[in-house]
C-alpha cells in the first residue's frame, strides 16, 4: 500500500515538473514581450544572419527577426529587429551593423540616442518604426581607402607627367647650365671677392656719409623752421598791410564827400573872380580915368536921340 502511494506520487511530481519544464520553456510567465522596428541598410550586410544578436550600447536587447532586398530600391536592404519592449528607441537612434572580434560574426549596434528625443513612431506608409542607420566601419574604411587610392592614382599619374623624357631632359640641361655657371662662378672668384670687398667699403662710405648728413639734416630743419617763422611774419605783416589800406580808403572816402564840394565851390568862386578881374583889367586899358570917376555913359553918337526921361548929363557913380 505504502509503495503504491509513494509510485504515484512520484509520477505526479515528475509529470508536475515536465509540464513546469515545458511551460517555462515556451515563456510561461518569464516570456519576453518584443517590438518590432525596421532598419535599412544602404551597404552590403554579408555575415549577418537571422536570429543574430541586437544590441544596444553592448547590451544584448533583440535579434534579427528578418533579412529582405528592399524591392524598391535592391541596393538596399531592409533588416526587421525584434527588440525587447521598453528599449528606449528614441528618434535619433542610430543602427549600426559590427563584427565581433576576429570571428567575423555581424550583429546590429544601437545607440546615439538623448534622452531629450522622443520616442521613435511609425510614419505613414510603413508597417514599422524604421530605424536611422549609419555607415559601418568597414564601410568607412572602405570609402577612405577608395578616395586614398584615388588620390595615390592622380599623384602617380603627375609624376609620371612630371618625370616624362622631355621635363628629364630639361632638367638635365638646367643641371648642366648650373654646373657652367659654378664652374664660371669659380673661375671668377678672386673678381668676385674683390668685388664684395669693394662693396663693403661702398657701404662704409655710404654709412660715414648718413651720419655726416645728420648734422646738415638738422640745419635745414631748422632753417626751414626760420623760413616757417618768416612766412608767418609776412603773413601777419601783409594783414597789416591790408588793415592800414582800408584804413586809408575810409580817409579818402571821408575827403571826398567832405572837403571835394567845398573845392568845387572855391573853383567856382575862384573863376567868377578872375572873370572879374579880367574885365577890370580890360576897363582899365581902354579908360585909366574910371578906377577914379567910375563908368560914365558915352554920348549919343550921329544920328541916336536920347529916350524920353533920359538925361545927357553924366551919371554920378559912387567912388571907390
Known amino acids: 500500500m505504502n509503495y503504491t502511494l509513494v509510485g504515484a506520487f512520484v509520477l505526479l511530481l515528475m509529470t508536475a515538473l515536465i509540464a513546469a519544464a515545458l511551460w517555462l520553456a515556451s515563456g510561461g510567465a518569464l516570456r519576453k514581450q518584443y517590438d518590432l522596428y525596421m532598419a535599412i541598410e544602404d551597404e552590403s550586410v554579408a555575415g549577418l544572419n537571422t536570429n543574430a544578436p541586437v544590441k544596444y550600447n553592448g547590451v544584448e536587447v533583440g535579434k534579427v527577426r528578418d533579412i529582405e532586398l528592399d524591392h524598391s530600391n535592391p541596393e538596399r536592404v531592409r533588416l526587421l529587429l525584434a527588440i525587447e519592449r ?62 586614398v587610392l584615388t588620390k595615390l592614382d592622380r599623384t602617380s599619374s603627375n609624376i609620371d607627367a612630371i618625370l616624362s623624357d622631355a621635363n628629364r631632359e630639361a632638367v638635365s640641361r638646367t643641371l648642366t647650365d648650373m654646373a657652367a655657371v659654378s664652374q664660371a662662378i669659380s673661375a671668377r672668384r678672386d673678381s668676385i671677392d674683390a668685388g664684395i670687398v669693394n662693396a663693403s667699403r661702398t657701404f662704409d662710405h655710404m654709412a660715414k656719409a648718413t651720419a655726416q648728413l645728420g ?58 573872380l578872375s572873370a572879374s578881374l579880367r574885365r577890370l583889367s580890360e576897363q582899365t586899358e581902354r579908360n585909366p580915368s574910371s578906377l577914379l570917376l567910375g563908368r560914365s555913359r558915352l554920348p549919343p553918337g550921329p544920328g541916336e536921340t536920347l529916350e524920353a526921361g533920359e538925361s545927357s548929363a553924366p551919371i554920378e557913380r559912387p567912388t571907390r
Do not use: C, H, M
Open 86 to 147: 521598453g528599449t528606449p528607441i528614441k528618434e535619433d537612434t542610430l543602427a549600426v551593423l559590427k563584427t565581433q572580434g576576429l570571428t567575423g560574426i555581424a550583429y546590429v549596434e544601437l545607440g546615439g540616442s538623448t534622452g531629450a528625443s522622443p520616442p521613435l513612431r511609425a510614419v505613414d506608409g510603413e508597417p514599422y518604426p524604421v530605424i536611422q542607420t549609419r555607415p559601418s566601419l568597414s564601410t568607412r574604411l572602405e570609402n577612405v581607402l577608395t578616395t
Open 215 to 272: 648734422p646738415l639734416i638738422e640745419q635745414v630743419g631748422r632753417s626751414a623752421q626760420s623760413i616757417d617763422q618768416l612766412g608767418q611774419a609776412a603773413t601777419k605783416a601783409s594783414t597789416q598791410a591790408g588793415d592800414t589800406v582800408e584804413a586809408v580808403g575810409a580817409d579818402v572816402q571821408r575827403f571826398t564827400a567832405q572837403t571835394l564840394p567845398e573845392l568845387q565851390r572855391l573853383l567856382a568862386e575862384l573863376n567868377v
